[in-house]
């Protein structure tokens, strides 16, 4: 069964930093892109970042590019996201997707965990 | 305010056919396949349907997706009850290397 389980989630101060971790199970995570997608309280979803299987891609929304970066251990099969310079929007609940297919579509994703910023 | 646009709200009677509707542009709808999802309260958001007309296995038929141009449908047929959620198209957005989301649809089934 395929599994995405995010954690590291919590209250952070403007200007902070925080790591989310996501761990993947029951498929072969070294073959897949991975994505961060994030959803603000009472909104819609927003795409984050994303990083092919091998790292040697990856991409950023504007809204957090320079501020953010997306990394993968394939041997722990685990995605992350390092996040600094937090701002109030930053503020959502954050989930890992795996992508999928030529169409690149969202197949599988995590429960989500919270990240609330504010002094 | 997102680039691609859905109406924010939608509803229905049980049995009934509801339609939610889907509009991008050239970069994004108009070059690339359309998938959907749904969320349900308090859930993780779920595929739905991808490559503009495919059911996940496990959705049931009721749902099904079409896409013409730079606009895009999801179409729920035999309205039931567990049906209300928060539907999300989104499409792949060439400028971003990444996908846009439409701004989500809520569903009531009344």
């Known amino acids: 069964e395929v599994q995405l389980v995010e954690s590291g989630g919590g209250l952070v101060k403007p200007g902070g930093s925080l790591r989310l971790s996501c761990a993947a199970s029951?498929?072969?995570?070294?073959?897949?892109?991975v994505n961060w997608v994030r959803q603000a309280p009472g909104k819609g979803l927003e795409w984050v970042s994303s990083?092919?299987?091998?790292?040697?891609?990856?991409y950023y929304a504007d809204s957090v590019k320079g501020r953010f970066s997306i990394s993968r251990d394939n041997a722990k099969n685990s995605l992350f996201l390092q996040m600094t310079s937090l701002r109030v929007e930053d503020t959502a609940v954050y989930y890992c997707?795996?992508?999928?297919?030529?169409?690149?579509?969202?197949?599988?994703w995590g429960q989500g965990t919270l990240i609330t910023v504010s002094s | 305010q997102s680039v691609v646009t859905q109406p924010p709200s939608a509803s229905g009677t049980p049995g009934q056919r509801v339609t939610i509707s889907c509009s991008g542009s050239?970069?994004?709808?108009?070059?690339?396949?359309v998938n959907w999802y749904q969320q349900l309260p308090g859930t993780a958001p779920k595929l739905l349907i991808y490559?503009?007309?495919q059911r996940p296995s496990g959705v049931p038929d009721r749902f099904s997706g079409s896409k013409s141009g730079t606009s895009a449908s999801l179409a729920i047929s035999g309205l039931q009850s567990e049906d209300e959620a928060d539907y999300y198209c989104?499409?792949?957005?060439?400028?971003?290397?990444?996908?846009?989301f439409g701004g989500g649809t809520k569903l009531t089934v009344l």
């Open positions: 989104a499409a792949w957005e060439d400028s971003l290397s990444g996908p846009v």
């Open positions: 050239s970069s994004n709808i108009g070059s690339n396949t």
């Open positions: 490559s503009n007309n």
């Open positions: 029951g498929f072969t995570f070294n073959t897949y892109t």
């Open positions: 990083i092919s299987s091998r790292g040697n891609y990856i």
């Open positions: 997707a795996r992508q999928t297919g030529d169409d690149n579509y969202f197949d599988y």
